[in-house]
């Protein structure tokens, strides 16, 4: 069974940069499968951050694109977000994911990570 | 980008109900790539469906869900006390694999 674990800080200042990683159990990350980030706002409900393949190819929202990096890390099995400049609109609950059959829809969830950004 | 737009955006209804939610795309999302997802708080997203029609491993034969081209619905036959949640659609025909902005069904 695959599973997937997010970690990180839970609190982020104005202006720096929320760094979030996702390891991957039970499976691989070089499996053909897109790996993804979400994150949950009452507000805006479900948002997708963006997607990437084990040999790159990150595909952004545009909505975050200038401000986003994805990269995977094959020898630890786990994949990562960076996002830039961030704000209180930026406070979430952020999700990894795991796609399925070579799509993007998520099959497989982390069980999400409260950011803050607050000074 | 391929919007969609999920409607009602609340629907209260009673255990025991049948619930229909639509989910309109602002283009064709082809091959039928859109999928349904359920979602309580604390917890990760519950895929339902995804090719639009494919119930995932495990989910009970009371969700179905139909759809093609822009129009899409999950229907749930016989409502359970813990089918309520907050549903939504997403497509991943093209990037950004965006999401609708959810119906929250709610015990009436």
């Known amino acids: 069974q695959v599973e997937l674990r997010e970690s990180g800080p839970g609190l982020v200042k104005p202006s720096e940069t929320l760094s979030l990683t996702c390891a991957v159990s039970?499976?691989?990350?070089?499996?053909?499968?897109?790996w993804c980030w979400v994150r949950q706002t009452p507000e805006k409900g479900l948002e997708w951050i963006g997607e990437?393949?084990?040999?790159?190819?990150?595909n952004y929202n545009p909505s975050l694109e200038s401000r986003v990096i994805m990269s995977v890390d094959k020898p630890k099995n786990q994949f990562s977000l960076m996002l830039h400049s961030v704000t209180a609109a930026d406070t979430a609950v952020y999700y990894c994911?795991?796609?399925?059959?070579?799509?993007?829809?998520?099959?497989?969830w982390g069980q999400g990570i409260v950011v803050t950004v607050s000074s | 980008e391929i919007v969609l737009t999920q409607s009602p955006g609340t629907l209260s209804l009673s255990p025991g109900e049948r619930a229909t939610l639509s989910c309109r795309a602002s283009?064709?999302?082809?091959?039928?790539?859109l999928a349904w997802y359920q979602h309580k708080p604390g917890r990760a997203p519950r895929l339902l469906v995804y090719?639009?029609?494919t119930r995932a491993a495990g989910i009970p034969d009371r969700f179905s869900a139909t759809g093609s081209g822009a129009d899409f619905t999950l229907s749930i036959s016989r409502l359970e006390p813990e089918d309520f949640a907050v549903y939504y659609c997403?497509?991943?025909?093209?990037?950004?694999?965006?999401f609708g902005q959810g119906t929250r069904l709610e015990i009436k």
């Open positions: 990437i393949y084990h040999s790159g190819s990150p």
């Open positions: 997403q497509q991943y025909y093209r990037s950004p694999n965006g």
């Open positions: 283009q064709t999302v082809y091959s039928n790539f």
């Open positions: 994911a795991r796609g399925a059959n070579g799509h993007g829809y998520g099959l497989y």
């Open positions: 039970g499976g691989s990350i070089i499996s053909s499968n897109w």
């Open positions: 090719g639009a029609s």
